[in-house]
């Protein structure tokens, strides 16, 4: 050992200094004109079309849109919306990790229930799954629980167990569950294979390992695409007409629209709202990802709630973007109802 | 047999194959308690294999393997074997304890959680005996001022440091190396050797898949050389290393001291 030692100081002897200072470069910036012209025209056509929408096209109604923006039966329609994005969320990760854990065990029995689980839920459209558990009630009309062919038991009424929300959610979130567990596999999938063997070669068992070793470096690679499945989700609830479950956010505005004969301004209505959460759970996600990356030294790439916001700086609009204080924000003003996607945090947007 | 004179491990032609890759060919060997022994050869030729057969992370498809006069991952009843629960495995790895190449350090847990993981899941014991103990552990190899830094702030050879204490932290009575500093770059291999050298003064039994021959003939009570999955010659460290009787033993001692 201390003849290798000796031998790796032997040959790093030092090598003398030429230079005594360092001339700091100081060149001038490479210019991207194309970058302004680019911007300048972008943002010319969008102002001709927020001019015109606003101006010459009367079926848009703003008058409407910002009546019925904060009307009492969208924010319950928003609020429906949101209950059965959470539920159905929270039912579909942890069926999706007990699915992702079945498929990779040792038992052959768990893989097999959870590919054919995957097979039928992935294989067939979310619209179909939800119209099939409308019909549920109606199928089977109700669940006896007892003995075969004795008539020990009782007899549970099917659609006082289940309301069309509590339908709608199920048939959301076991149609979400199949394509979280391919995502958990992925993450599970991802996590070094010494880290297993690590966790096992201290004693600890398989439970251990998977909740304890595997599954919490796992949620790295996990939540990004989770985080796309929540925004997805949010909008696959548009669906739930289909059970029918009427009383969620678009299904409420389109009702609203229709009886006034008028569907166009509850679209913007609608969209504004779904574009409020969305930029709320991306916020949410910046600091999950942050969280499961602790003991990972940061990286660039861990996505921050920004748009890319650059280009826009090169014409001026700096100061502007920085005011919005990096949560998204909707300025109410009067009529033009506008949007602000969320705008860079500190290093997010500034590049 | 008195319990001073059960071997730590006895391997009775052992047999490992890989489909039609036969990568150990009955092996046989013997580690008293207490004793070091270093297994050196090239690389394939079958020594990581043969240590991860100790601990069960590999199975066996001929020969016994004891450890500490019990049989690894097998049960016998008669003349029957039976394989052992995986629940049952577990409990005895507890006893063995394992360093890998490349550290196998948990990334999301600081030095202090590495060391502390597998008894506070397993002992259940009091933790703020248990973390008392984890930072005796951490102050054996020298690190007790790092206990709060994660894997990726620390330096190789602490990370090598921390896996050592990681694994004695379950109080083995045997401890595996599987080429602990071969992903070290040279001038941290002496800070793991030091830590493992102490380990070896202290009684420890030691397994030892190394390529550092100063450490083997300075430590190791045997000196096992392997090559192709089978042990081509075995003996008292310095003599294997001055005075290789078998030609192989030569041509590969030539190349690496």
Redesign the interface.
């Known amino acids: 050992m201390n003849d290798m030692q000796t031998a790796a100081a032997g040959t790093s002897s030092p090598q003398p200094r030429r230079h005594d200072e360092p001339q700091a470069i100081e060149a001038i910036k490479l210019r991207h004109p194309w970058r302004s012209v680019i911007a300048a025209v972008l943002i010319i056509i969008v102002g001709l079309f927020i001019y015109d929408a606003l101006a010459n096209r009367p079926v848009y109604s703003w008058d409407l849109v910002v009546k019925y923006l904060f009307d009492v039966r969208v924010l319950n329609g928003l609020w429906q919306t949101l209950q059965l994005t959470i539920y159905s969320m929270v039912i579909a990760v942890t069926l999706g990790i007990l699915l992702a854990i079945m498929r990779l065990s040792p038992n052959p029995v768990f893989r097999a229930v959870a590919w054919a689980y995957l097979w039928v839920f992935r294989g067939t459209p979310v619209y179909v799954q939800l119209v099939f558990w409308g019909l549920m009630p109606v199928i089977y009309k109700s669940i006896k629980l007892g003995i075969p062919f004795t008539d020990i038991g009782f007899e549970l009424i099917t659609k006082d167990l289940f309301s069309f929300f509590v339908l709608a959610m199920i048939g959301l979130a076991l149609n979400e569950a199949a394509y979280m567990a391919e995502i958990v596999r992925a993450g599970l999938l991802s996590v070094d294979k010494g880290q297993d063997e690590a966790s096992i070669a201290l004693g600890l068992g398989w439970w251990h390992t998977m909740s304890r070793i595997v599954l919490p470096q796992a949620m790295r690679v996990i939540v990004p695409p989770t985080g796309n499945e929540v925004v997805s989700m949010l909008k696959t609830t548009s669906l739930v007409i289909a059970v029918p479950y009427s009383w969620d956010l678009y299904t409420r505005t389109h009702d609203i629209g229709v009886s006034m004969y008028k569907p166009v301004p509850f679209l913007i209505v609608a969209s504004f709202w779904y574009l409020v959460l969305t930029s709320l759970l991306m916020v949410g996600q910046y600091y999950v990802e942050r969280y499961f990356a602790r003991g990972v030294a940061a990286r660039p790439e861990v996505q921050r709630p920004t748009v890319e916001t650059s280009t826009i700086g090169v014409v001026g609009l700096s100061s502007a973007t920085e005011a919005g204080g990096g949560y998204p924000t909707a300025s109410d003003g009067e009529g033009g109802d506008q949007i602000v996607p969320p705008h860079g945090r500190a290093g997010g947007g500034g590049v | 047999m008195s319990q001073a004179e059960v071997p730590m491990v006895k391997a009775e032609a052992i047999s490992k194959s890989y489909g039609s890759n036969e990568v150990l060919k009955s092996i046989s060997l013997e580690v008293k308690r207490g004793e070091v022994l270093c297994l050196v050869g090239p690389s394939g030729s079958g020594k990581s294999t043969f240590l991860r057969c100790i ?1 069960h ?1 590999e199975t066996i498809n001929a020969g016994r393997l004891w450890v500490d006069g019990e049989l690894v991952g097998y049960r016998q009843h008669g003349d029957k074997i039976y394989e052992m629960h ?2 049952e495995a ?9 360093v ?1 190449q ?1 550290f ?7 030095a202090l959680e590495n060391v502390m ?2 008894p506070t ?2 002992k259940k014991g009091n933790k703020a005996a248990l973390q008392t103990r984890a930072m005796d552990l951490l102050a054996r190899v020298g690190l007790a001022d790092r206990h709060d830094y ?3 702030h620390l330096s190789g050879g602490q990370q090598q440091r921390v ?1 050592i204490a ?2 004695l932290a ?1 109080e083995p009575k045997l401890m595996l190396f599987d080429e602990p500093t071969s992903a070290l770059d ?2 941290l ?2 800070e793991v ?1 030091d830590v493992m050298k102490g380990l070896a003064e202290s009684g420890m039994t030691m397994i030892v898949v190394t390529h ?1 021959m ?2 083997a003939r ?1 430590v190791a009570d045997e000196l096992v050389f392997m090559d192709g999955g089978v042990v081509v010659e075995s003996g008292d460290p310095t003599e294997v290393l001055t005075n290789p009787q078998r030609e192989r033993t030569k041509a590969f001692l030539s190349k690496v001291l």
């Open positions: 601990n992370l995986p629940k577990a409990k005895q790895r507890r006893d063995i304890g394992m890998f490349r196998n350090l948990f990334p999301h847990k600081t993981l597998a899941l397993l994660y894997p990726a896996a990681r694994a379950m040279p001038e291999v002496g050797l550092e100063g450490f300075e």
